[in-house]
């Protein structure tokens, strides 16, 4: 007997679905639904151009209903321009319902779901939606009030709503209260969440409370509300078939030339001249879309797939920008070297991108690995960190590629390097390809991780000159240690073998000391002269530079260092000959 | 009292010698000037081969070390180890790179102030003592310095060594009566006299040392009247010295017999007729110019149907064999060298072919015979099949 087929609501797949969607676990429902609302305040004040001001509380309220949880507060306060009070329940409580979807912008969210999803976690583990406060400009008063998901209808129910007195003009406010378990460290930890975001948002000032510990604020370092470029139109030869005729539908009855032009981007004359050239008749583009069959769009669509069209353009992906993020990595801790690289944006698989990368050294920072362990990875796919299952993502295989060794850091064969570095990488483009709906990996495929393998070797060239820099001094203070070492054995043993009076042994060492004297005094100097050189171009940037913070000066002396490289390699050079020289014998076979 | 035999005759007196470039060394210093130190430069770009010398032999290059900061370890090393082999020298005691190695070690403990100088691994020692011998012009031996025996292992009927030891007695050993034990020759072997009890009509060199115990044990001395050893690999300093005593004192033709790949005819075959790069100053006597290459010949695989191994661009260690095979064809002087070229042209066959054979393959052909391996070696020396 056949089963009965049923209809069920987005919002039933979601709700039983949760772990797709990134609470497959306690640890992860927090950090996601944190994530999620402070995704959506930092898009709203994106939107409307406000420097963002995130204040964030995470505080335990006891257990959870679930075995082995806690009962988890998770606050978000914002200064954005606030949701109308008739909009809350989709914001909230409707799946896909996205002011962002498929609109080809580097917006943090895409698609309409985590925050819906939020709720529904919200709602089965504590009986209770999310709780919002919310007033835009217009508004006198703000509303507060309770959104839950009603799951059969994919539909948001307010509750409670009430109208109150609020403090500022604009702005929402979210508080879940939910199962979950708070790790603060790590790769999935709330903090590492919260310092990711902070790095690559140079404009936000954040503040913080998590658990006992005291709070924070963390300054913004930009006053610039990043602009979010206009989105652009698809690029014909990233679509699929199906997705070309549906894309048609929404043109309604203009002519098949006409939704070419108008449909996509980098489809004009020469474009139509071609596709005509590799196979659409003619008499195809003066038809009305809506009489093409779909034979005919197929015809069309597979000419357009032959024809060599113009790059999509990189004007719709942004950049945090190599100022901002060396600012921006200062508020993490006490840097001791950082190396920034902002890529211009390319095309990779036919859609733009721009990658990022930070590279950074710490003196100072809470739990940051030391020389024998890897390197803390922060990826960031549009400015979001991405937290969980490393190993597959585009940016850990660039990483991994990438002979770091080379540049002077330790590395095993096909891993992440070590030492007490920060590596921040961020990707952005309007269409990240997600491995994922949790949006915790990037997809890797050849081309995005050659680009981020480029932006990495980059970075490192800058750090290596920098390592090799530090080596050259201590090995120059190792010389100096062999000239005291050895000198006086040299000549004792010397003197041994001839059979030398004690006066000759005594000339011969005043000798050996000039001679080694003069050999590390110039090897002092030029170490001084490389220091003085390095300072110069140091004031001369500041001078030029009026703009120049901290991590302004922090770069140029990253290239100063280099410049002043050239000085002590002559001598180097010089010995370094003697020295190959000395190791041409072939080892003995016996 | 019959003297101990030498190595060779030379009149370097060495203590001689090192203290004059000690002495140099001082005045240098006295004057404030940086001394230099000399030595030969051992390698293949400094390396000449000569058919008719039949050796390779160094060439004009130098290696000058001048004391800076970066040197200065080495020259203390250097003059501190040479202080030790001088030592040597006038004791008579003799002993290995590992126990000198040892020595300097015990050196270094006993006087604290030595402490920089300790080497950490006998590489470091190693080194030195090469230096050392490199910029005297001798043998390491000549030094007092011997390597462990290692490869050589003999067979024979026929031969009977001799050695006249230091304190005038004489020892001699008959082969014949080892019956399947190998005679092992030490690596000083040109201080051993050579004489044969009846004609002996060649010598067999084998790579594999396995494979030569096995043919003896299935007879092969007793029906040859032939010498027969080992070379274990690589042959050391004492087995390229020793095939060389029996070529020159026996006066007899010697053959090598072992895998047709690049790495035996480069490695083991050419360092045991012409010498090493890495030993330029010591092949007139540990080389064995007159050696040739039996097998296994390229048309050896086509006329005993033998089984070879494919060598792949894609596998690390046969692209380095090939690409050394490539490298050696055209900057070693002993592959260049006129009289060579059919050793050239198997190198170059074998990067054709892409194949290598092993010298145990020839156990293939009939393999219920177990004397068929020595039938093929025979008729293969009886109708002139070697290079």
Redesign the interface.
């Known amino acids: 007997m056949a089963s009965k087929i049923t209809q069920h609501s987005t919002a039933e797949y979601f709700a039983k679905n949760l772990q797709q969607v990134g609470f497959s676990s306690p640890v992860k429902a927090v950090l996601t639904t944190l994530k999620e609302s402070v995704d959506n305040s930092l898009d709203a004040c994106e939107e409307a151009g406000i420097l963002p001001e995130l204040e964030v509380v995470v505080r335990r309220l006891g257990n959870g209903s679930a075995k082995n949880t806690e009962l988890v507060e998770v606050i978000v306060d914002d200064n954005g321009p606030g949701i109308d009070a008739d909009d809350l329940a989709s914001v909230f409580g409707e799946y896909l319902s996205s002011s962002k979807f498929g609109r080809g912008r580097c917006s943090r969210g895409q698609q309409g779901i985590g925050i819906s999803a939020a709720t529904t976690w919200a709602q089965l583990t504590n009986a209770a939606g999310v709780k919002v406060t919310s007033k835009t400009k217009a508004m006198r008063k703000a509303v507060k009030a309770q959104i839950d998901v009603d799951i059969k209808a994919n539909k948001g129910l307010v509750k409670n709503k009430e109208t109150i007195d609020w403090d500022r003009p604009h702005g929402t406010r979210v508080q879940f209260c939910i199962d979950g378990r708070v790790q603060l460290n790590g790769d999935g930890g709330i903090l590492t969440y919260l310092e990711g975001t902070t790095l690559v948002n140079p404009h936000l000032t954040l503040k913080y409370k998590l658990l006992d510990n005291e709070a924070v604020e963390v300054k913004r370092v930009s006053d610039a509300v990043p602009e979010v470029p206009p989105p652009t139109l698809p690029h014909p030869h990233t679509m699929k078939l199906g997705e070309f005729m549906t894309h048609a539908h929404l043109f309604g009855k203009v002519t098949l030339d006409n939704f070419l032009r108008k449909g996509f981007s980098r489809v004009a004359d020469e474009a139509i001249k071609g596709f005509v050239q590799h196979g659409m008749p003619k008499s195809f583009l003066h038809k009305a879309l809506t009489t093409v069959s779909e034979a005919e769009f197929k015809t069309a669509f597979q000419a357009i797939q032959s024809t060599e069209l113009q790059n999509p353009s990189t004007r719709s992906v942004m950049i945090v920008g190599e100022e901002a993020l060396s600012k921006s990595i200062q508020r993490l801790g006490e840097v001791d070297f950082f190396s920034v690289v902002a890529r211009k944006p390319r095309i990779c698989d036919f859609k733009p991108v721009a990658v990022e990368v930070a590279i950074a050294r710490f003196i100072k920072k809470p739990n940051l690995s030391d020389e024998a362990e890897q390197i803390q990875l922060l990826r960031f796919a549009n400015r979001v960190p991405l937290q969980f299952d490393k190993a597959a993502c585009a940016i850990t295989q660039a990483v991994e590629s990438v002979n770091w060794r080379a540049y002077g850091l330790q590395q095993s064969k096909d891993s992440l390097p070590l030492g007490p570095y920060v590596f921040a990488i961020s990707v952005v483009s309007p269409f990240i390809k997600f491995k994922n709906a949790s949006k915790e990996t990037i997809d890797a495929s050849d081309e995005l991780v050659e680009e981020i393998r480029r932006a990495l070797m980059q970075a490192g060239q800058k750090l290596s000159r920098h390592i090799k820099r530090e080596v050259r001094a201590a090995d120059l203070e190792r010389k100096l240690q062999h000239i005291e070492k050895f000198g006086p054995i040299l000549v004792e043993a010397l003197g041994k073998i001839v059979n030398a009076p004690k006066a000759r042994v005594k000339r011969a060492e005043d000798g050996l000391a000039k001679l080694l004297g003069r050999d590390s005094r110039d090897a002092e100097k030029e170490l001084a002269e490389a220091e003085t050189q390095l300072e110069k171009v140091k004031a001369k940037q500041k001078g030029t530079s009026s703009d120049d913070g901290e991590g302004g000066g922090e770069e140029v002396a990253i290239e100063a260092a280099s410049a002043s490289d050239e000085a002590p390699i002559g001598a180097d050079e010089r010995r370094g000959q003697l020295e190959m020289e000395f190791k041409v014998e072939e080892p003995e076979e016996v | 009292m019959a003297n101990p035999a030498t190595l060779r005759k030379s009149d370097k007196d060495i203590p001689k010698i090192?203290?004059k470039i000690?002495?140099d060394?001082?005045k240098?210093?006295?004057?404030?000037?940086?001394p230099i130190l000399e030595a030969v430069?051992?390698?293949l770009d400094n390396s000449l081969y000569d058919s008719k010398v039949g050796y390779l032999t160094p060439g004009k290059k130098m290696?000058?070390?001048?004391?800076?900061?970066?040197?200065?370890?080495?020259?203390?090393r250097t003059?501190?180890f040479?202080?030790i082999l001088?030592n040597n020298i006038k004791t008579g005691a003799v002993n290995t790179k590992r126990e000198l190695y040892y020595m300097a070690k015990g050196f270094v403990k006993s006087d604290p102030?030595?402490k920089?100088?300790d080497f950490d691994d006998q590489?470091e020692s190693?080194?030195i003592i090469?230096?050392i011998c490199?910029m005297l012009t001798v043998y390491r031996e000549e030094m007092n310095c011997f390597?462990?025996d290692?490869g050589g292992q003999t067979y024979s009927k026929q031969l009977v060594v001799t050695e006249h030891l230091p304190d005038g007695t004489r020892a001699e050993v008959d082969l014949g009566s080892l019956g399947t034990t190998p005679f092992q020759p030490k690596n000083k072997p040109q201080v051993f006299k050579l004489k044969s009890k009846g004609k002996i009509d060649f010598c067999l060199v084998i790579e594999s040392e396995g494979t030569a115990n096995t043919l003896v044990s299935n007879g092969f001395t007793k029906r040859h009247k032939c010498i027969m050893v080992g070379a274990q690999g690589?042959p050391?300093?004492?087995v390229r010295g020793w095939v060389r005593t029996i070529q020159d004192q026996l006066k007899i033709p010697c053959y090598f017999y072992g895998d047709l790949d690049a790495y035996t005819l480069q490695n083991i075959y050419r360092?045991l007729k012409a010498g090493?790069?890495?030993?330029l100053i010591r092949n007139s006597e540990f080389s064995a110019p007159e050696v040739k290459f039996l097998g296994v010949l390229p048309e050896d695989v086509k006329k005993y149907d033998l089984h070879c191994y494919p060598v792949s661009e894609k596998n690390p260690a046969d692209a380095r064999s090939l690409k050394k095979a490539r490298d050696v064809l055209q900057n070693d002087p002993f592959f260049q060298d006129k009289r060579n070229k059919k050793l050239a042209d198997i190198l170059n066959w074998l990067l054709k072919n892409k194949v290598r054979c092993e010298q145990q393959s020839i156990f293939s052909v009939n393999p219920k015979d177990p004397t068929m391996p020595e039938k093929i070696i025979v008729e293969k020396i009886k109708h002139g099949s070697f290079v």
């Open positions: 090192a203290q000690c002495d060394m001082l240098d210093l006295e004057h404030a000037k940086r430069k051992c390698s290696v000058a070390t001048e004391l800076n900061v970066s040197s200065v370890q080495k020259m203390a003059v501190f040479l202080d001088l102030h030595y920089p100088l590489n190693d080194a090469q230096f490199d390597a462990n290692r690589v050391s300093n004492g360092t090493s790069a890495a030993s």
